[in-house]
């Protein structure tokens, strides 16, 4: 498979050039000190926050990073390689609000956080269960970080996400998963969860984020460094000027996190897009969304690290035609460009505002879809079914055929959601709308629901631990 | 741009062999006795209806189709090259029922007909006007032909499609065509119409879609040789399988078109799909029809001819979530993967079964956002943009800054449907879904259409005709 590609390797080397002569020449502001003493010590020009990036220095510190890592899963068969030519999906992550048909659009709980862990869980697609899926806003901010830790590691045995949100976030996603994933010596060697640390665009970084960065780092926990460089707002209005501040904010991310610990796990992450004009906010379901995707998987698969970019990303604010092929390009893009990790695979409405019910089982369908059309074709003799074709020859039939009754099951996508019914039969059981399916089975999979097991004293000192938390 | 791809070039080899070795041995059925005493004349062995296919043959006869061609609009501004990095988008085809929220699903009409060529001929995405978008059920079969022809020509001043339902109504096309383009010499050098013509899977030509090939290239009119194999129904179930299948009905098309006409323009055109499993029918909004589309793509490319695949397509039953992703799907994969000519780029409903006035719109604006994909990025120091960067420095802002200004109107995609507004505002403007606005819109176009103007005494002459046909 040769993945779609933008750039000539000529042209990958020219906005290398131009990332890395800004970083010398411009530089970009860190806030947090720690972070400025390391770069201080590696050889960085310091002039207040502002870090100014010798070349030779990024070039060294990213080509320590691992080309490809594993997260490990409390069931080992969920294990995720990240990196070469896999993709990982994941689902929605930050949303303040979250909607359903039944009762509208309203302010995200921790009851709606579980239950997205819960979808993610029972998604055949889904291969880690997500962040901060939405935010529980009906309890305290300081305990937020501790209960979705705790909802994670419970109600799904896949790897997790970590908190974005600062050094003693970290800390805590770091002491908890530990109760149930062993040491910080034995997760080194085995990180049961990843983390996003992002940059404050154009051209910085804030303490939360370094802190952040720094603190998984030295726990050898991987990290998507990731940049939202909005073309027209906070980065140039050309897509390639976006790049390039993306480029530049990505590679003093890994810098940092190789500087606290050469071979940290991390994922170059670009989730840049464009300004609507109109408004001046954030569009990303613009088409610039997925051109920045390809972009970023080329200049990711240049540097040899894993990329992070797409998502089914929406700026509807319901869910109709629009919220659907939004999410189908980036999640298309993702997919033929060589993205490996793609966060908000799964429930994103209103750019990022919103987790949908309904949507995430309808993008859980396009994740299938996407990785169906990933696993593309073979060229084998059993597969190009040569002697079957001369067998059946002009006028014939292939229903009825043995190689079909062979392969169907495994050849052919079986769609969850999808009607493929005539119309007439599609009327009679109701003439229902996907996203009215939609409706139906998230709450069929949310009835039927089975934790999965947890040894008993894991879970028991897992409980203890966010039963202190809650009691402060 | 490097398009997306899944073989390696020995394995489009295989392929081409598996393809020559099955012409050759098992051949493919010819109906039509003119094309039988053709490929006789050529060198084939025939036993009954029945052509086998020397390699060398095919492979000299492929040989001499053009790899690009330009179709001539009425208006020389709206011509369009087929072939290379060109993308050319076009409606739907073929459907029998039309579709409005309004009137709901129902038989189409002539005025739908007229109505969807006034669409076609408003967008600034569809570049040829189409053919049969919708089946005019409510006047004579025997007069149907002319009339799309007609109304095709009056309707738009882009290119258009001829008929694909045999010998008689390929020379009306032309006689027809002829009235607004000049001789038939002068149409033989600059083509104003292509055609679909399809075999018969599996490894068959009827005597229509011959009749239509011969008359065609005899005329040196351009044609799409299309292939829809049904992976699991009337090819193999394993795509490289139907791809195969599709390959030998697409090349034997090919050679026939060459033996009537040597240099006859010709789309290498495959639109397989797979079987849903659980109602023995046709998918189209199967992750098969993505994978085959790329397949093909990479086909068309070896052979070196342009290529058609993908489409707006979907099984969906009604204008939701699931016909939109289903379309996007297969856009992004022709896109991606470099095909030449889409066919229902915008309309098709229920696996081609409907044609959507809704559906018409939304599919519009994914072929804007295509075309932008398709664009990609420029990499040159004005959209780099160094100079910017570093000024605006970290922290800063690009809203007002004069590179935005030169900038945002090209760089950044324009919706026409879109909602990219916030919450409240849209709620304040009645909430409305992107079908409900695609509805408003449809009627908005037709509402204020105006038809191009056309020479009084051409015009004139064409009454005439469809007069003429319609007295009899």
């Known amino acids: 498979m040769d993945f779609f590609k933008y750039f000539s ?6 906005i290398h050039e131009t990332t890395l002569s800004i970083m010398e020449t411009t530089g970009l502001v860190f806030t947090y000190k720690p972070a400025r003493d390391l770069f201080a010590k590696a050889g960085c020009k310091i002039d207040g926050q502002r870090v100014f990036f010798p070349k030779k220095l990024v070039e060294e510190q990213i080509k320590k990073a691992p080309s490809q890592f594993t997260l490990y899963a409390r069931n080992s068969e969920k294990n995720v390689v990240i990196g070469g030519d896999h993709i990982a999906f994941m689902p929605c992550y930050g949303a303040p609000f979250v909607n359903d048909m039944d009762k509208g659009r309203r302010q995200g709980t921790l009851e709606d956080f579980n239950n997205f862990a819960k979808l993610a869980y029972e998604s055949p697609y889904m291969d880690i269960t997500g962040g901060m ?14 209960e979705r830790i705790y909802s994670s590691m419970i109600f799904s045995d896949k790897p997790f996400m970590g908190a974005g949100t600062g050094a003693k976030d970290a800390k805590q996603t770091i002491d908890m998963a530990s109760i149930v994933f062993g040491s910080r010596e034995e997760m080194k060697k085995k990180p049961p969860f990843i983390s996003i640390l992002c940059s404050l665009t154009p051209l910085a970084f804030d303490d939360k984020m370094c802190g952040g960065i720094m603190e998984y780092a030295n726990a050898g926990m991987p990290q998507l460094i990731s940049s939202l460089a909005i073309a027209g707002a906070t980065a140039p209005v050309t897509m390639e000027g976006t790049l390039v501040v993306q480029n530049a904010e990505i590679l003093a991310g890994i810098t940092l996190a190789q500087l606290v610990r050469e071979g940290t796990p991390v994922v170059f992450a670009g989730s840049s897009s464009a ?3 109109r408004y001046g906010t954030l569009s990303i ?32 604010k319901t869910v109709d035609s629009q919220a ?38 309808i993008d859980n369908e396009i994740c299938g879809m996407c990785k169906r059309i990933k696993r593309g074709e073979e060229i084998t003799a059993e597969k190009l079914a040569a002697d079957v074709i001369n067998e059946v020859g002009p006028g014939g039939e292939y229903l009825t055929n ?11 996508y079986t769609p969850v959601m999808e009607e493929r019914d005539n119309f007439e039969s599609w009327s009679n059981k109701g003439g229902l709308t996907m996203e009215q399916r939609a409706n139906a089975r998230y709450k069929e999979i949310l009835e039927n629901y089975k934790e999965p097991d947890m040894d008993n004293a894991v879970r028991k000192d897992l409980d203890a631990y966010i039963n202190a938390i809650r009691n402060t």
Chains 1, 2 share one sequence.
Do not use: C, W
């Open 324 to 361: 659907a092929y939004e999410s189908m390009m980036s999640m298309m893009m993702a997919t033929m460009s060589g993205i490996n990790f793609v966060l908000h695979s799964a429930g994103i409405l209103e750019g990022y505002i919103t987790a949908s019910y309904e949507k995430f089982i």
């Open 133 to 146: 899926m939405t935010e529980p806003n009906d309890i305290p901010v300081a305990n937020r970080n501790a």
């Open 275 to 277: 300004t609507a004009m």
């Open 402 to 412: 043995l190689h079909t009754f062979k392969h169907f099951k495994t050849e052919l």
């Open 9 to 14: 390797t000529n042209q990958i080397q020219q």
């Open 285 to 316: 379901g613009a088409p610039e969304m997925a051109v920045n995707t390809a972009a970023t998987a080329q200049m990711g698969r240049f540097y040899n690290l894993p990329v992070r970019g797409g998502g089914a990303l929406t700026d509807a």
